[in-house]
Nanobody, 120 residues
Framework: QLMESGGGLVQTGASLRLSCTTPGRIFSSAIMAWFRQAPGKEREFVALLRWGTQATNYADAVKGRFTISRGEAPNIVSLQMNNLTPADTAVYYC???????????????WGQGTQVTVSS
């Protein structure tokens, strides 16, 4: 079970840092990803990190503003979100898999999500 933290209510232009903690060590073959789901919308890809090589991929909507990275412990992945806008309001989910994928069905393990709300 993955566990997200760090969500909250912020104003436009603010920053937040989300963390995802896994129950065990993250192996080099793992793909760690963040997705988000706004009310009435489908879950959408945000960013992914190939754990071993630290290669990353981002959705166009967040490129240049969000950064996915290894956290301060070997079982943590972080998502630094800068210059937030109301369009970023959603529940953010952490996911783990072994397939390099931007589709939710490509991931086996999920957290329960953390709410991010950006006011205008």
């Amino acid at each position: 079970q993955l566990m997200e933290s760090g969500g909250g209510l912020v104003q436009t232009g603010a920053s937040l840092r989300l963390s995802c903690t896994t129950p065990g060590r993250i192996f080099s073959s793992a793909i760690m990803a963040w997705f988000r789901q706004a009310p009435g919308k489908e879950r959408e890809f945000v960013a992914l990190l190939r754990w071993g090589t630290q290669a990353t991929n981002y959705a166009d909507a967040v490129k240049g503003r969000f950064t996915i990275s290894r956290g301060e412990a070997p079982n943590i992945v972080s998502l630094q979100m800068n210059n937030l806008t109301p369009a970023d309001t959603a529940v953010y989910y952490c996911a783990r898999g072994t397939t390099y994928s931007t589709i939710a069905s490509g991931y086996n393990y999920w957290g329960q999500g953390t709410q991010v709300t950006v006011s205008s």
